[in-house]
């Protein structure tokens, strides 16, 4: 069964920048739409952008132009780069398929802080 590891996340002052990656242990090829989850304390897990296998990716409007997610199938790989990041960006980043209904079991995540 494929596995998510997610990695890249850190301590970040404000107007900085990151780069998650999302490695996965097998093949994410068939997996139409990759996406970016995030999860702050106390609220819902939510989906902050995704990408096609084709390369088409698409934004919550919060974060628009300043995140970027990017895929690299041969190396069943998902990047999200992030910049200015903001205080309200703190959370824990997932990756998964954006469709419910391709799921597979979530990783760790990685743990995204915004402070000075």
């Known amino acids: 069964q494929v596995q998510l590891v997610e990695s890249g996340g850190g301590l970040v002052q404000p107007g900085g920048s990151l780069r998650l990656s999302c490695a996965a242990s097998g093949s994410i090829f068939n997996i139409p739409t990759m996406g970016w989850y995030r999860q702050a304390p106390g609220k819902q897990r939510e989906l902050v952008a995704t990408?096609?296998?084709?390369?088409?990716?698409d934004y919550k409007a919060s974060v628009q132009g300043r995140f970027t997610i990017s895929r690299d199938n041969a190396k069943n790989t998902v990047y999200l780069r992030i910049n200015s990041l903001k205080s309200e960006d703190t959370a824990v980043y997932y990756c998964?398929?954006?469709?419910?209904?391709?799921?597979?079991?979530w990783g760790q995540g990685t743990q995204v802080t915004v402070s000075s």
């Open positions: 998964n398929a954006a469709a419910r209904s391709n799921w597979i079991p």
């Open positions: 990408i096609t296998r084709d390369g088409s990716t």
